[in-house]
């Protein structure tokens, strides 16, 4: 045994911090655990402080929205003005608190907007991934595909579970995005900016207990909203508190690419998004609303730079871009580590791809992450018809820019193979 490891005990325990700051999923403001509120779990007519009554705070959220105001609810507690006795905690978290009735309740509330926070909240490091980019490169299609993926044999092959964290988040999934694409070959209508964003969370949960869960928090946002100040003001506190990017490149945006496939389609049904926005655009949009403010005008949350449609660019094989027997269209699969040399073969052949195509979008990326990977994948396999999918779903490399972010986090362990 070498002198520091009797030094220090050779089996250096990892310190474990007794909670984590919680990113609250709905409103993405940062606070400590024991700054929750809570939702009382009765009511008293007669009481002032315990009858129905509007919760205004919560009802502002919602405006954002533009969804109507709730119903009266349960009155709010303020922990602070509990006894420390009737408090309970978990793990270091405060979960419960019992109030003047004697009554108790778990329901702990966002301080900052008044939504329910998941069970997990505090316990576990909560990772939020954000999904960014331009109007209908494929963000929607692209998540779904991507958990779909996560639920069915990702978690497998890292011997891990991934589960939704709510019966509300499975059925959501379920009904809105996996059910239209997996059971109907239909794809999903344009996001809506106005709808309220209810992130989908889940668990990715590893067999071997002594690896802390993660929980995963996807965010669909409207593409359309952002290149729009009002719109990205929300959503730049998200992004900004986001342990990972997953930032979307539809190659159908770029011009170059544009311009040679539409020739090359020649009378080819298939579809071709109508409305495009340059990716620069929205690299732009998020330095407005926050990198801007960050250190050196850089932001360093891993960020994977995700070109989707990758059936696409069959058409364009035989160009000088791209090789028919390239990487970017065989699947591969990750398993128990995250393959390095496969990864250093994408990143590479896809970065070239990208600053050939779009320089200047490269350029850009460089300027203002300073961790950044290059990726491409085909959420769905083949290219749509009439909004519709024209064989089964097979998605090509999904997981990989996502196992990319999780062994940057290192929730994963990366090898040579
Ligand atoms: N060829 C091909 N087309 C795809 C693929 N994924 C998505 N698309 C096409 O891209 C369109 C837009 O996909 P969405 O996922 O709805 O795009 P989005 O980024 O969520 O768009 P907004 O919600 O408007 O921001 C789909 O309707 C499909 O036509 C893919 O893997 N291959
Ligand atoms: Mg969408
Ligand atoms: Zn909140």
New binding site residues.
């Given amino acids: 045994m070498g002198f520091l490891d009797a030094l220090f005990g050779k089996e250096k325990k990892v310190e474990v911090p007794p909670f984590y700051d919680i990113v609250c999923p709905f409103c993405f403001q940062k606070f400590n655990p024991e700054d929750v509120v809570f939702r009382a779990s009765h009511s008293k007519e007669d009481d002032e402080e315990f009858c129905l009554q509007e919760d205004e705070t919560l009802n502002k959220y919602g405006d954002r929205f533009d969804l109507a105001p709730l119903p009266d609810m349960e009155a709010v507690i303020d922990p602070d003005k509990i006894p420390f006795e009737y408090k309970k905690y978990v793990d270091g978290v405060l979960v419960e608190i019992v109030d003047k009735y004697g009554i108790p309740t778990r329901r702990r509330l966002c301080p900052k907007c008044h939504n329910e926070l998941p069970l997990t909240a505090g316990k576990v490091p909560g990772n939020i991934i954000s999904i960014v980019?331009a109007?209908?490169?494929?963000?929607?299609?692209?998540m779904t595909t991507l958990i779909h993926t996560l639920q069915n044999f990702t978690a497998n092959n890292f011997d891990a579970a991934c589960l939704p964290v709510s019966v509300d988040v499975s059925r959501r999934f379920r009904e809105l995005y996996e059910d239209p694409i997996y059971g109907d070959g239909e794809?999903?209508t344009?996001?809506r900016k106005t709808a309220k964003q209810e992130p989908l969370m889940f668990q990715f949960k590893f067999k071997n207990d002594q690896k802390p869960p993660v929980t995963l928090v996807f965010f669909?946002v409207?593409?359309?909203g952002m290149v729009e100040k009002e719109y990205m003001d929300i959503f730049a506190a998200h992004i900004k508190n986001s342990s990972g990017i997953l930032f979307?490149v539809d190659p159908l945006q770029m011009r170059t690419i544009r311009n040679k496939i539409s020739i090359k389609r020649e009378d080819d049904l298939g579809?071709f998004?109508a409305r495009y926005d340059e990716p620069r655009e929205v690299i732009i949009g998020m330095f407005e609303n926050f990198i801007g403010n960050e250190e050196k005008g850089k932001t360093n949350i891993p960020t994977a730079v995700v070109i989707?449609?990758s059936?696409?660019l069959k058409i364009l094989s035989g160009e000088d871009y791209i090789k028919e027997n390239s990487n970017i269209f065989n699947n591969v699969t990750h398993e128990k580590y995250f393959n390095i040399n496969e990864f250093e073969n994408i990143n590479g052949e896809v970065k070239r791809f990208v600053e050939k195509v779009d320089r200047a979008f490269v350029d850009a990326m460089e300027v203002y992450f300073s961790n950044t990977a290059y990726f491409a994948v085909?959420?769905?396999?083949?290219?749509?018809i009439e909004?519709k999918i024209q064989s089964t779903v097979s998605p090509v490399r999904v997981d990989e820019p996502f196992l990319w972010l999780l062994y940057q986090l290192k929730y994963i362990e990366g090898r040579r193979i």
């Fill in positions: 980019g109007s209908q490169v494929g963000k929607s299609v692209y794809l999903l344009s996001t669909d409207a593409g359309e979307l579809d998004t989707t449609k059936d696409m085909s959420a769905l396999g083949s290219n749509p909004q």
